[in-house]
C-alpha cells in the first residue's frame, strides 16, 4: 500500500493567498490571488493547470478588477493530476468554504 501511494498521481496540491475587497455596500469590487501549484517531481499537466485555475479563478461572481500570481513548484512529492470524474485541477478557494 505504501508503495502504491506513493508512485500514483495524487490531487494537485495549491497553496492559495487571497484577498477580497468590497464596497461600502457590500459588492465585491477586487480579488488577488497569490497561488503555488505543488507538481512533484514532474511536468505533468503543470502549465495547463495552471491555465484552468487562473480561467476559474473569479467562479460565478464578478469582480471588475482581478490579479493572479501563479507559481508551479516541483518537490520529491508525488506528481499531481486531475482525477477523470472532474478532469479539472481541484483549486479549493475561499469562496468554497462554510
Known sequence: MEES???TSKRH???LKVNLAADAGGHMTAC???FTVDKGAYTL???S???????MLQGPYYF????????TVYTNNPF?????EQAR???TSPRNQP
Open 89 to 91: 485541477p481541484n483549486r
Open 32 to 34: 488577488f490571488n497569490d
Open 45 to 47: 499537466l503543470g502549465p
Open 13 to 15: 496540491a495549491y497553496r
Open 80 to 84: 499531481g493530476a486531475p482525477r477523470a
Open 5 to 7: 501511494m506513493l508512485i
Open 64 to 71: 471588475p478588477n482581478i490579479k493572479a500570481l501563479g507559481k
Open 49 to 55: 493547470a495552471m491555465m484552468r485555475s487562473i480561467y
